[in-house]
């Protein structure tokens, strides 16, 4: 089956570590999506890549790197500068290079940091 | 800028139709819906764009008014499986490229038997 996987499901830090989350698509897809949520506070974009060896920041990338090395993988790291990196992080991709394509999310990782 | 959604909750009985809205201050090229159960992903509904065109599932619909940047979702004869928040997502840019999406803070839908 085609789809997008994330793992862990569930991670546990400690503050001052730095952490890296999984996304991998066998959907051929060549926009991929980091985006983070909060309680009440709806999605919010991270980092998000349109094509391999590329990427851009999001509206909250302060604390955060990517980086696009195979069509297929976008891993996402929380480094310990991110300020509040508790949330639930969830991994995207779409088809094509427009806006009218939907958006194909993982299963998610609920990140903890105490 | 973030779209605002409304209501922010709905409870409704099993049968009933509900609307859920989605505006924005800017201009949209397109509005995406998406319902999400509590810790799961987010899934697909609806994608609309400027001009009319529109996708997804068939029984959803929903309405786009681009000169008031403002879109709405209906759910009618609503099911115990509707359950869920949902989210309207707009273009960070106005463009229609694969930029990323805006999402709004989401409205709760409740359905009771």
């Known amino acids: 089956d085609g789809g997008i996987t994330q793992s862990p499901k569930y991670l546990f830090r400690k503050e001052g570590q730095n952490v890296t989350l999984s996304c991998e698509q066998n959907l051929n897809h060549d926009a991929m999506y980091w985006y983070r949520q909060d309680p009440g506070q709806g999605l919010r974009l991270i980092y998000y890549?349109?094509?391999?060896?590329?990427?851009q920041k999001g509206d909250i990338a302060e604390g955060y790197s990517v980086s696009r090395e195979k069509k297929e993988s976008f891993p996402l790291t929380v480094t310990s500068a991110q300020k509040n990196p508790t949330a639930f992080y969830l991994c995207?991709?779409?088809?094509?290079?427009?806006?009218?394509?939907?958006?194909?999310f993982g299963p998610g990782t609920r990140l903890t940091v105490t | 800028q973030q779209p605002v959604q409304s209501p922010q909750a709905v409870i409704l009985r099993e049968g009933e139709d509900a609307v859920i809205n989605c505006s924005s201050s800017?201009?949209?090229?397109?509005v995406h819906w998406y319902r999400q159960k509590h810790g799961e992903a987010p899934v697909f509904l609806m994608i609309l764009l400027k001009g009319g065109e529109q996708k997804g599932h068939d029984k959803i619909s929903a309405s786009f008014n681009e000169k008031k940047q403002q879109s709405s979702l209906y759910l009618t004869a609503s099911q115990l499986s509707y359950s869920g928040t949902y989210f309207c997502?707009?273009?960070?840019?106005?463009?229609?490229?694969?930029?990323?999406?805006?999402f709004g803070k989401g409205t709760h839908l409740i359905i009771q038997p």
């Open positions: 890549s349109q094509i391999v060896n590329d990427f």
């Open positions: 997502g707009t273009d960070r840019y106005s463009g229609g490229g694969a930029d990323g999406l805006t």
């Open positions: 800017k201009a949209l090229y397109s």
């Open positions: 995207a991709s779409s088809g094509g290079h427009n806006s009218y394509d939907e958006q194909y």
